[in-house]
């Protein structure tokens, strides 16, 4: 089954102890992108990679990073989380001919 | 900066009734708009998508309607169902595959 896996799926944690979202595709796809979704915001893109070892901010990058070693895995990472970036996040993917598949996002809460 | 939105936060619309949820772009190099149907405790889902060179495309009882001249976008689904209630995202595409998501119709389905 095509899918995007997210996980963990929901994590609570504190101010600054680092995490990382991991986020794999089994459709060989070579787009890949991270967003978060906040109420009245949407969804607003943090990073997206359009190839293995290819990575660009998006609209919301501050604190976050990401890595793109192999085509399939697109792991995000908060260093040092805060309050603020206490939100649901979702990664998709894409062959690059348009539709975006979306993960069933991670709920993230950082006290 | 130029942004996708929705004119409308929320529709409720009567069983059985046509819904049209509405979707203002300022980017005009944008040549690619995709629908998308959230659930709750879902990611987003594909419904249907439109290029610039078209004006309509429909789909199972939806049609996307395109108008380049006003930037406008529209999604019309046709004898609306309790299982229609979500939140309706509109994206348009820049860059090749960089998605930019408004902030979504919440649409309810009122029996």
């Known amino acids: 089954e095509a899918q995007v896996t997210q996980n963990p799926r929901y994590l609570i944690t504190v101010t600054g102890k680092k995490l990382t979202v991991t986020c794999s595709q089994n459709m060989n796809h070579e787009y890949m992108s991270w967003y978060r979704q906040d109420p009245g915001l949407g969804l607003r893109q943090i990073y997206y990679s359009m190839n293995v070892e290819v990575t660009d901010k998006g609209d919301v990058p501050e604190g976050y990073k990401v890595s793109r070693k192999e085509k399939r895995n697109f792991p995000l990472i908060l260093e040092s989380p805060s309050p603020n970036q206490t939100s649901l996040y979702f990664c998709?993917?894409?062959?690059?001919?348009?539709?975006?598949?979306f993960g069933e996002g991670s709920r993230l809460t950082v006290l | 900066g130029e942004s996708v939105g929705l004119h409308l936060p929320t529709l409720s619309v009567q069983e059985g009734d046509n819904s049209i949820i509405n979707c203002a772009y300022s980017?005009?190099?944008?040549?690619?708009f995709i629908w998308y149907k959230q659930e709750s405790g879902k990611g987003p889902q594909f419904i249907i998508d439109?290029?610039?060179?078209?004006d309509k495309r429909q789909g199972q009882r939806v049609t996307v309607l395109l108008n380049k001249t006003v930037k406008h976008l529209s999604l019309q689904i046709a004898a609306t169902q309790p299982g229609d209630s979500a939140v309706y995202f509109c994206?348009?595409?820049?860059?090749?595959?960089?998605?930019?998501f408004g902030p979504g119709t919440r649409l309810s389905v009122l029996p």
């Open positions: 980017n005009s190099a944008s040549d690619y």
């Open positions: 998709a993917s894409s062959s690059g001919v348009g539709e975006l598949f």
């Open positions: 994206a348009e595409n820049r860059n090749g595959q960089n998605f930019v």
């Open positions: 439109i290029r610039s060179n078209m």
